[in-house]
């Protein structure tokens, strides 16, 4: 424990902290007892990145299906490479999510996570480095409900995260029938405007209580390095 404790201040020190990884301190060690739980066997990861979520949750011991979906053309290709060693972990053709199913422009930031088919507000811009636009693409869009039912194909119990930087609300409109026979939601939830036309916390909340869901854990997200202030969390729900 002496020894212990003197490697986790030397870490301290350099700004992180030590924990084990089953920890219910880790974020997806947490994630995974809730699905482990509720017996979730398919995982809808949306707004992929290159594949960040699917790879930690991976390592914190899922072995159940996970379809990913990402909308960037590079972040698409890295997706593509992450995903390529594991048979269960599923990547759909590039695309957006959201209410229609059509084409649409999406900005691109320069830290590629903070890309929104919103416009990004200065509360974002300014608390994130490198987050500002630098450019745009147009991708294809679809809704959920159109394209899950080829990944449902035997009586699975499936959980949805979404990750879409204020997109969230048209996420959900198009996802009315899979969301109906969800078991679970993992949502980035926004407590100050962050894009233009978002629907903040009380909001998304509000919806999936109305959907049936139960708050099951809030995670930290995304906090101003200035003020401290917290900006974003992850609230997990389940049925319950």
């Known amino acids: ?6 490697v986790k201040k030397i870490i301290n020190k350099t700004g992180y902290d030590l924990y084990r990884i089953n920890s219910p301190i880790n974020p997806e060690f947490q994630l995974l007892n809730g699905l482990n739980h509720f017996g979730i066997e398919l995982v ?7 594949g960040q ?5 991976r390592s ?3 072995k159940g299906d996970i379809v990913s979906f990402e909308p960037l053309p590079d972040a698409y290709q890295s997706l593509i490479v992450s995903a390529s060693h594991d048979q269960k972990w599923y990547v759909h053709m590039q695309s957006a999510i959201g209410d229609i199913n059509n ?3 999406i900005n691109i930031a320069g830290n590629s996570v903070s890309s929104s088919i919103l416009p990004m507000l200065p509360a974002h811009s300014m608390a994130a480095e490198n987050s500002a636009y630098v450019g745009k693409v147009k991708v294809p869009i679809i809704q959920l409900d159109t394209v899950a039912s080829q990944y449902l194909k035997s009586s699975k119990k499936y959980f949805i995260k979404i990750d879409t930087q204020g997109y969230e609300w048209q996420v959900l ?3 009315t029938e899979t969301l109906a026979q969800a078991q679970g939601v993992l949502c980035e939830l926004s407590l ?7 629907r903040l916390w009380k909001d998304m909340i509000e919806r999936f209580e109305a959907e049936g869901f139960t708050l099951w854990a809030i995670q930290k ?3 101003d390095p200035v003020d401290g202030r917290t900006l974003q969390i992850d609230a997990i729900f389940f049925r319950c």
């Open 1 to 6: 424990m002496k020894l212990k404790n003197i």
């Open 44 to 50: 809808f990861d949306i707004g992929a990145n290159t």
């Open 53 to 57: 979520f699917a790879s930690g949750l």
């Open 60 to 62: 914190a011991g899922y």
């Open 103 to 105: 084409e649409i422009e």
């Open 173 to 175: 409109n198009g996802a």
């Open 192 to 198: 100050v405007p962050l894009y233009e036309g978002q």
């Open 221 to 223: 997200g995304f906090t």
